[in-house]
């Protein structure tokens, strides 16, 4: 039971480049998130998916796109990489988007945009 | 806008004495609390949370918080702190009827010193 997955794990982009970051949940949650966590800031929302086949903004979208792949996957995608999205990027799961519900929380993809 | 503020970003204690982790929120309505905690190179953990009821909560390793709502503030206390206790500790906030989105803090980093 491995709760929440993401790769890659570390990531270097050259301004300009694309790429994906993935993540799983083997917890049977409907919902997911992406955020973004930069020093002295805390974490941001990019985008949530409440439930398989939705998706939302949140506080920092520009730059991004996501997709629901299944009820298990959340990928987010980067088209044109520019260094203000240097940052550690996590991703979350919750059984549905309730605060008595905890948000579980994968280990996180460091990215580097040069 | 709903704002959370940790007011210090490096709290350092010896081992085994006292800590508190400050917490403030903006909110004139009703509100739910969290505390999370990131250990090095890990995502985030959910330590304790208050949604209603008792205003002191509890972790299993001897965290506690008290919702204080004329202050508008969720304190982070230990009575004595271990070597292990040493992460980042992120309060957040869900104002009612805000969509359920969770705002955060910028995080206070725990530093015990032997």
């Known amino acids: 039971n491995a709760g929440v997955t993401q790769t890659p794990k570390f990531q270097v982009l050259k301004t300009g480049q694309s790429m994906t970051l993935q993540c799983a949940q083997d917890m049977n949650h409907n919902s997911m998130y992406w955020y973004r966590q930069d020093p002295g800031m805390g974490l941001r929302l990019i985008y949530y998916?409440?439930?398989?086949?939705?998706?939302d903004k949140g506080e920092v979208p520009n730059g991004y796109n996501v997709s629901r792949l299944n009820k298990r996957e959340f990928s987010l995608r980067l088209e044109s990489a520019a260094p203000s999205q240097t940052s550690v990027y996590f991703c979350a799961a919750q059984l549905d988007r309730n605060p008595y519900n905890e948000q579980f929380f994968g280990p996180g993809t460091r990215l580097t945009v040069l | 806008a709903q704002s959370v503020t940790q007011l210090d970003s490096q709290v350092p204690v010896f081992e085994e004495a006292p800590v508190e982790l400050r917490c403030n929120y903006s909110s004139s309505v009703s509100v739910y609390l969290f505390w999370y905690v990131q250990y090095p190179n890990q995502g985030l953990q959910l330590l304790l949370k208050?949604?209603?009821?008792s205003t002191l909560v509890e972790s299993i390793n001897g965290f506690e918080a008290e919702f204080n709502k004329s202050q508008t503030s969720f304190h982070l206390r230990k009575p004595s702190v271990h070597i292990s206790d040493t992460a980042e500790y992120f309060c957040?906030?869900?104002?009612?009827?805000?969509?359920?989105?969770?705002?955060w803090g910028a995080g206070t980093k725990l530093i015990i010193k032997p």
């Open positions: 998916s409440a439930s398989e086949g939705t998706t």
């Open positions: 208050y949604l209603s009821g």
């Open positions: 957040a906030v869900i104002r009612g009827g805000s969509n359920y989105q969770l705002i």
